[in-house]
Every structure is written in structure tokens, then in C-alpha cells.
């Protein structure tokens, strides 16, 4: 009975002693499981000709024995797993891959040689347009359009302009300055070489820049900060300081025709008689806020007074800084303050006269703008011109 169980269950050897085992637990002898020999493979995929051979010795010798080979060739061929896509083009995959490897190589070495360096840029409407850069043998192995062509294609590009503009880095201003002095006289020649020192030696007030509006820098060199000792320029001035309040100067400048013909030109006695209908009008012609012309028609007024107990406003303003403009000497632009002690009084002064829109960041401007104070920077040119004016 005892037997019959252990045959049934299924005996295993573990250290040499016998373990029974339930038969769902048996495994499958691993023998089965292991691939052909390469022998057995080789023999599998041996060319047409050898097979027929050998097939043509065995039947030769004993036709029992010819067909128990092939029937053990057909039975390793039903074991081998069928033939894929993928395995059967593994081996020309591997031969086109190197092929393409080496034609990369070959292509990035033609590369570094194949820039063409010596085709100059061509005009086209009047711009520069540059070469298109390409590399030789490029096409070989790559499709046209690729993002790697394109980025190569683009860093070429870039690197050649670069190179362009470092070869032609000051050859415009030097051949400029030649012609110059080939085309001047001799007199034009000193004139050009001395007005060049200058210029390197002394430049405009740094808020000058390359990108200011030329009506700015116009009235930077001629007008700011030049001594002004007329009743009706002094109040064209005070106005549009007034007015530039939340603005800037080149926006103020670029309609001050508008604000000369909306105020007769500045005459304090024709502006002082405008009506409340007459400031209405205005406004509504020449787009200019209420409140900017009211102030303006009330310091003409204020101006009027001051005439009658100095002679004149000139003489009233200049009071402030005994008839000579205060000259600060600042070197630099952030050093020059939005108001000072002096435009301070003088702004008390004028408020508690009656005037309006003159607080004191107003009145620093005013001041900086009719000379009252010299704050061109010290490397200015116009700094020395204007201390040599108010002399």
C-alpha cells in the first residue's frame, strides 16, 4: 500500500535519501529545455549544396539510413522557433549600419574643410545678405530638412557673421576720418583734428545719449542752461516747467509751437487779459488741458505785479542768486539733485506772491533751464560755455 502511494506521488532524491513529492509539483527535466548545439544549427543552415551532397552520399550507402537523418533534420527544424521580419534582416541592417557610420565619417571630415570662407556677402536691395554656409557631403547622409542640418547650418551661419563683423570692426569710422581729411582743406583739416580732440576729450552730459530725439540734444547745446534775462522767455520757461511735470522734455519740446500760438507768444500783458471764454476756446483748439491754461493767464497776472514792485520779472528772478548763476560743478549726472535749498525759497517765495505750478522740483527746473544755475556736467563743452555767457 505504502508503495503503491510513493509510486503514484512520485519519489524525489534530496542528500541521497527518497522525499515524496504530489505529482502537481513535478518540474520537467531541464534537458528539454535546452536550445540546439550550434553543431546541430549549423547543420540546419548549411548551404543547398552541401545538404544535397551529404543527402546524396547517405542514400548512397543505405536508403534506412538517409531517411532517419531526415527525419531527424525535420524533427530539430519543428523545435527551432520560425524564422521574423526582424531576424531576417538583422544581418543586412548590421551591413547598412556600418555603411552609414562610415559615410558620417567621412562626411563630417569633408565638413570641417567644405566651409566655403571666400564668397563675400552679396547686397540685395540695399542689405546684406549672407551666404548660405553648407558641408560638403552633407546630403549623403542626411535628408534635406533635418533638424541637425539646420542646426548646423545655423551655428555656421552665426560663427561667420561674428567673423564679419570682428573683420570689419571700426573700418567704417577710420575710413570716414580719411576722406575727411583727404576732402579738407588745411584750415578744415586743424578744424577736424582739433574738433576730434574735443570731442574725445569732452563729451555731452551723460543723460545725452546716441538714442536721444535731436530736438533734445538741440536744446541741450543751444539753449539749456544759458542765461535768460527776458520777462517773456522767462515765463515761456516757468510754463512749460509747469506743464512737464509727469512728462518729459522731448515731449514738451516737440509741441511748444502749439503752447506759443495758444499764448500769444508769451506776452505776459496779452496773456493776463484772457477771459474764462477765451481759456475755453483754447482748450478745445489746441487740445491743451483747463487747469495748464488758468495757471498760466494767473502767473501772467502774478508777473504783471512783480513788474510793478522790481521794474521787471528778470530782475526779481536773478535777485535770488545776486544777478550770477550758481555753478554746482557736478561730475557726475546722478549727483544732480530734483531740488535744492535755493529752489526751495525761491518757491515760498512765489506761492506766498500768488503763482501756481511752483513747487520746488518745478522751479529747480526752471532754474536749470534759464541759467539760473550751471548743472552741465564739468565734462560737458556747453558746461564752460555757459560759465563764459553769464561772465
Known amino acids: 500500500m505504502c508503495n503503491s502511494n510513493v509510486k503514484s506521488a512520485g519519489v524525489a532524491q534530496i542528500d541521497g535519501r527518497p522525499v515524496l513529492q504530489p505529482a502537481g509539483n513535478r518540474v520537467a527535466a531541464p534537458e528539454a529545455a535546452r536550445p540546439l548545439k550550434k553543431s546541430l544549427q549549423k547543420s540546419l543552415s548549411m548551404p543547398a549544396s552541401l ?77 546684406a545678405v549672407l551666404p548660405v554656409v553648407t558641408f560638403a557631403g552633407l546630403e549623403a547622409y542626411e535628408p534635406a530638412g533635418s533638424i541637425a542640418a539646420a542646426q548646423r547650418e545655423h551655428v555656421a551661419m552665426a560663427q561667420a557673421q561674428r567673423k564679419m563683423r570682428i573683420a570689419h570692426y571700426g573700418r567704417t569710422a577710420s575710413f570716414s576720418r580719411v576722406e575727411g581729411k583727404v576732402s579738407a582743406t588745411a584750415t578744415g583739416a586743424a578744424e ?11 563729451k555731452r552730459c551723460s543723460f545725452i545719449t546716441p538714442y536721444s530725439d535731436p530736438l533734445y540734444v538741440a536744446y541741450h547745446d543751444e539753449e539749456w542752461g544759458v542765461p535768460v534775462r527776458d520777462d517773456e522767455l522767462l515765463f515761456e520757461m516757468l510754463t512749460l516747467s509747469g506743464v512737464q511735470v509727469g ?37 478745445a483748439e489746441f487740445g491743451l488741458d483747463l487747469g495748464t491754461i488758468r495757471g498760466a493767464v ?75 544755475t550751471n548743472d552741465h556736467l564739468v565734462s560737458c563743452p556747453r558746461h564752460r560755455v555757459c560759465s563764459s555767457s553769464s561772465a
Open 247 to 283: 512728462a518729459d522734455w522731448t515731449s514738451i519740446l516737440k509741441r511748444r509751437h502749439v503752447y506759443r500760438e495758444a499764448f500769444s507768444g508769451f506776452n505776459v500783458d496779452a496773456v493776463a487779459k484772457y477771459t474764462e471764454k477765451q481759456m475755453a476756446s483754447l482748450s
Open 51 to 127: 545538404d544535397n551532397a551529404a543527402a546524396a552520399t547517405t542514400c548512397a550507402a543505405s536508403p534506412e539510413k538517409s531517411r532517419a537523418a531526415d527525419f531527424a533534420r525535420a524533427a530539430a527544424a519543428s523545435l527551432l522557433p520560425p524564422p521574423t521580419p526582424a531576424s531576417v534582416s538583422a544581418k543586412a541592417t548590421r551591413v547598412s549600419g556600418a555603411k552609414v557610420a562610415a559615410a558620417r565619417t567621412a562626411a563630417a571630415a569633408a565638413a570641417m574643410g567644405g566651409l566655403d570662407r571666400s564668397r563675400k556677402p552679396a547686397k540685395k536691395g540695399g542689405a
Open 298 to 372: 494767473n502767473n501772467a497776472c502774478r508777473i504783471s505785479e512783480v513788474r510793478r514792485d522790481f521794474g521787471s520779472f528778470s530782475k526779481y528772478v536773478w535777485a535770488f542768486v545776486n544777478n550770477k548763476p550758481l555753478s554746482p560743478s557736478y561730475k557726475y549726472s546722478r549727483k544732480i539733485p530734483v531740488k535744492t535749498s535755493k529752489s526751495e525759497s525761491i518757491s515760498k517765495d512765489m506761492v506766498r506772491r500768488g503763482f501756481r505750478f511752483v513747487g520746488p522740483t518745478v522751479i529747480h527746473s526752471f532754474m536749470q533751464a534759464v541759467g539760473l
Open 192 to 202: 577736424l583734428i582739433a574738433g576730434a580732440v574735443t570731442g574725445h576729450d569732452e
